[in-house]
């Protein structure tokens, strides 16, 4: 089933996308030389699709910056919560 969307700010036509498209989106991926040699080779070399390493690589950096945010959530809790402590230890 195709669905009308309104218009697109960049464009002046309405575009018309079937609704599984939400769910399964291609894209292109411009690469310079140095990415194509280095893809290929993690391809070739993890016996996975040039997709699947872009894939990984995109969950892999995305786990790590939600880490990052969690790891500075759980410190800023943890100070407040044993802040007496601290500035205890710190007097000494």
């Not at 969690?70 to 402590?85: K, L, N, Y």
């Amino acid at each position: 089933m195709i669905r009308e969307l309104p218009r697109r700010q960049s464009g002046d036509c309405q575009a018309l996308i079937p609704q599984w498209y939400d769910g399964v989106v291609a894209f292109t991926v411009r690469t310079d030389q140095e990415l194509e040699e280095a893809l290929t080779a993690l391809a070739k070399s993890e016996g996975v699709s040039r997709q699947e390493v872009i894939r990984r690589a995109i969950l892999e950096r995305y786990a790590r910056s939600t880490h990052v945010e969690r790891v500075a959530d759980s410190t800023e809790e943890m100070q407040q919560r044993w802040s007496e402590v601290l500035e205890r230890l710190n007097s000494k």
